[in-house]
């Protein structure tokens, strides 16, 4: 019965996915359709992974979880719903996570259980399923607003390896990344003066509390860098000043919404944040081998000392591990992947100008702003490459649309696969 059921799941998935290609009007089916698959396998290919891989197994822990709350819903579904619509930290049974962020994830995952009768690789799959739908519909978007931008955003977007790798499984990141990109998608609408239908504030709303609920940090300064670019533009066409400095508006505002965000939450109280950051610092460096660490120069709990080391932090956030720094296959993999997005970072500086000076630099700004903050705090917080790998899926995509858009190399590669090929 278990099997059948996974098969009906699967193709459901199916159904809906051709449903989304016929609804979307979708032109290009084949990059369509291979981004569909690669999510898919990426996810499937998380629970092998720590399945044989890794010795900590966080997917397949918040799935024991999550059965152990479908087990609920099969004997009382009534008792289950109200668990599930609680908001405390006790569950009233024995979990292996007992923090509120991972309880709230288990909560998601446990309707996926109920619905397949505790199948670990439905409940992946429908969670590629999102990932894939959150990443095309902003691939859409972009290629809609930004000329000749299919291939840099099918590469971010769609197609990056670890980028897709972390973000399609049975992980909080799969569920808060999928949130991000849906508002993303959002934010570009409102920037290029398009409307937004009614019926997207309630789940708008929504989005911003899931991936709150899941991490707080990413949505915060999403908000910040995407708000400021926001408020920059709308002020520049009231105010000549604003007009003729608009890096002065942004920097300005940047600060205000930064100071007003940091209340928004304990860990961003000034007199919390660094202490937080070096606390999990020491925690991750207790537990890690010391050549799979970033180490960084006699770090403390002050800005003086965030700030000698933020550059440290941002190269060692974005390219490493170095090749020769990786360990195992997985270390290897990310070592060379490292590589690429340091020669791609290289072959877009001679763009760099032209990029900033294009009508769309508010967006460039809220991008990198986004990206180098998220950086910094995620590289000092979590110095272990391994962990790390994982969690920069937050940011790392947008970098690297940013490095490839209009990219010279790729435009070359592209030019040279195109002679005899048909292109994205």
Same mark, same amino acid.
């Given at each position: 019965m278990k099997i059948v059921l996974t098969i009906v799941h699967f193709l459901l998935i199916i159904l809906a996915v051709y449903a989304l290609e016929k609804r979307a009007g979708v032109t290009n089916r084949? %990059?369509?359709w291979l981004a569909f698959i690669f999510h898919l396998v990426a996810g499937l290919s998380v629970g092998v992974v720590y399945t044989y891989y890794y010795s900590a197994n966080d997917t397949w822990q918040f799935f024991a979880d999550a059965e152990k709350l479908s &087990?609920?819903?099969h004997n009382d579904f009534f008792s289950y719903l109200r668990t599930l619509f609680s908001f405390g930290e006790n569950l009233n049974i024995s979990t292996i996570n007992q923090d509120l962020r991972s309880i709230f994830f288990i909560k998601i995952i446990s309707v996926f259980c109920w619905l397949s009768m505790d199948s670990y690789w439905v409940c992946a799959a429908y969670f590629s399923l999102l990932a894939f739908v959150a990443s095309w519909q902003l691939h859409n978007k972009i290629t809609v607003i930004f000329q000749d931008s299919e291939l840099a955003s099918? *590469?971010?977007f769609l197609f990056f390896p670890s980028i897709v790798f972390w973000s399609s499984g049975l992980e909080k990141e799969a569920l808060a990344l999928s949130c991000i990109y849906f508002l993303s998608a959002v934010f570009l609408s409102i920037m290029t003066n398009e409307k937004i239908e009614r019926l997207y504030w309630p789940l708008i709303l929504i989005t911003c509390w899931i991936v709150w609920s899941l991490k707080y940090y990413w949505v915060a300064v999403f908000f910040i860098s995407s708000a400021t670019s926001f408020a920059?533009? $709308?002020?520049s066409t009231r105010f000549s000043w604003s007009k003729e400095h608009p890096m002065g508006t942004w920097i300005i505002l940047l +600060? +205000? %919404?930064g100071a007003i965000t940091s209340f928004s939450h304990p860990n961003f109280y000034p007199t919390d944040f660094l202490e937080m950051i070096? $606390? =999990?610092h020491k925690a991750f460096t207790d537990i890690s081998m010391d050549n799979n660490l970033i180490h960084f120069y006699q770090l403390q709990a002050t800005w003086t000392s965030v700030i000698i080391n933020m550059p440290w932090a941002i190269v060692s956030g974005i390219f490493r591990p170095f090749i020769g720094e990786g360990h195992g296959l997985l270390g %290897?993999? &990310? $070592?060379v992947e490292n590589l690429f997005i340091l020669l791609l970072f290289v072959t877009s500086l001679g763009n760099a100008k032209k990029t900033f000076q294009s009508p769309w630099k508010l967006l460039v700004f809220a991008l990198l702003s986004y990206c180098v903050v998220l950086c910094v705090f995620l590289a000092l917080s979590t110095p272990n490459f391994g962990t790390l790998s994982r969690y920069r899926v937050g940011f790392l995509p947008f970098l690297v649309f940013v490095f490839a858009y209009r =990219?010279? *190399? *790729?435009?070359y590669v592209k030019e040279k696969f195109s002679s005899g090929h048909q292109t994205i």
């Open positions: 084949k %990059l369509f &087990a609920i819903a099918a *590469l971010a920059t533009k $709308s002020i +600060v +205000v %919404l070096i $606390s =999990n %290897l993999i &990310a $070592s =990219n010279p *190399l *790729l435009g």
